[in-house]
C-alpha cells in the first residue's frame, strides 16, 4: 500500500476523531494489497487465521469510513450482503458475475462508458455514479453445464 494513500486514510481518521490502530491498518491493508471483493466475515476469518481478535463493530466501522471517503467501494451482488474492494486511485470498472460459481470478472469497455455518457447527455442527466453487473454463467461452469446434461 502506498504511503501518501495510508496518510489519507489517517486523516480520514483524524477527522473523524479516531486513531490508526493495528486493527483499522490491517483492515485497509486487507483491501488494498490485493484484487478481491471482501465481505466482512472474509476479513474476520483473515483476523482469526493469524490468532488476532476484531470486533464485528470494529470492521463495519472501519469499512463505512474507508468508503464515505472514497477508498473503497461497497457493492451489492445480488446476494443478499454487501463486499468491499479497493477503489482509491482505481480507474473504473464494471462486473461480470457467475451465478454458479459466484466468480466476479472485472471489466472496463470503453464503448459501454461513453455511451453511457452519451444517455446521460441526450436526457440532459447528471450522473454521480453508476454500476453496471452482468449476470450469468463464466466459461468454466458453462462447460459444467454442457458436460452435465444428458446426451440426446
Not at 34 to 42: C, G, K, L, P, R
Not at 53 to 63: D, E, F, H, K, P
Request: proline share 2%; charged share 35%; aromatic share 10%.
Amino acid at each position: 500500500m502506498e504511503e501518501t494513500i495510508l496518510n489519507s486514510f489517517k486523516d480520514a481518521l483524524r477527522r473523524e476523531n479516531l486513531k490508526l490502530t493495528p486493527q483499522r491498518k490491517q483492515i485497509f491493508s486487507a483491501i488494498a494489497d490485493t484484487d478481491e471483493h471482501w465481505e466482512v466475515d472474509d476479513i474476520i476469518y483473515r483476523f482469526r487465521e493469524d490468532n488476532q481478535r476484531i470486533s464485528r463493530a470494529t470492521v463495519y466501522r472501519t469499512l463505512d469510513i474507508l468508503v464515505d471517503y472514497g477508498f473503497v467501494r461497497k457493492v451489492d451482488f445480488g446476494e443478499g450482503r454487501f463486499r468491499y474492494e479497493y477503489a482509491a486511485g482505481q480507474d473504473h470498472h464494471d462486473h461480470l458475475i457467475c451465478e454458479d460459481c459466484g466468480e466476479i470478472i472485472e471489466f472496463l469497455n470503453e464503448k459501454i462508458e461513453r455511451q453511457q455518457v452519451k444517455i446521460c447527455k441526450d436526457y440532459s442527466f447528471q450522473p454521480t455514479k453508476h454500476v453496471l453487473q452482468i449476470y450469468g454463467l463464466c466459461q468454466d461452469c458453462q462447460k459444467k453445464r454442457t458436460s452435465e446434461s444428458p446426451a440426446e
